[in-house]
């Protein structure tokens, strides 16, 4: 385990200087391959966080201990770093999250506020169709503006995958109320849930 630890440092020292090295060899306004370079730094950095939980579980950590460490619950912890097996076939559950299901939590988002509720309800998938039809979004969202009020601003979402859905959890500040969105993205980019959970969701 501290061979990966070792690894991942390594890799992520090559990606930071070569960052360093690209801004030397490039023209000050051809800023494509700084940002390139910025985003293998960050995949990197993913990899150095995935050893060091990996080696403090290895030595006992617990999820709770690991969550904490984060800022984040357990779960969040465990659906982040953790290697889920699935007990009817003993493979690996572990797969990257849609890789733009933010930018997708976002866009609902803003078709809720905006009351265009045809464009969400388009994109649910057979089982969501089949049990929330437009009217009943569109009395959802009512109800929460007629308990706190408009939409002043939403946080960034934070994704993470949980089995074969990707849920992306979206905080949203009301004038008197707080709320999460947690939608559930399918890898087809369907929605496969839609909830607004009072306070910050865990």
């Not at 904490?68 to 953790?82: E, K, M, N, P, T």
């Not at 994704?159 to 859905?165: I, K, P, Q, S, T």
């Not at 905080?171 to 496969?192: H, K, P």
């Amino acid at each position: 385990m501290q061979s990966s630890l070792t690894s991942a440092m390594r890799d992520l020292k090559a990606h930071m200087d070569a960052l360093l090295a690209a801004r030397v060899l490039t023209s000050s306004d051809d800023w494509a391959v700084s940002i390139g370079r910025a985003v293998s730094i960050q995949t990197a950095a993913d990899d150095v966080m995935r050893a060091v939980v990996g080696q403090a579980r290895q030595e006992g950590a617990s999820w709770q201990a690991v969550g904490d460490a984060l800022g984040v619950s357990r779960q969040a912890a465990f659906q982040r770093y953790g290697k889920p097996t699935d007990p009817r076939t003993g493979e690996s559950m572990t797969s990257p999250p849609l890789p733009d299901a933010a930018e997708l939590a976002v866009a609902v988002i803003e078709d809720l506020v905006a009351g265009r509720w045809t464009p969400i309800a388009e994109q649910f998938d057979p089982a969501m169709r089949d049990g929330l039809s437009e009217d009943a979004l569109a009395a959802a969202w009512t109800q929460v503006v007629g308990l706190s009020g408009t939409l002043e601003s939403h946080g960034e979402p934070e994704v993470l995958r949980a089995g074969d859905v990707t849920i992306a959890n979206t905080a949203l500040w009301l004038e008197a109320g707080d709320y999460t969105a947690r939608i559930a993205f399918r890898d087809d980019r369907t929605i496969a849930g839609l909830h607004l959970v009072e306070g910050k969701a865990s």
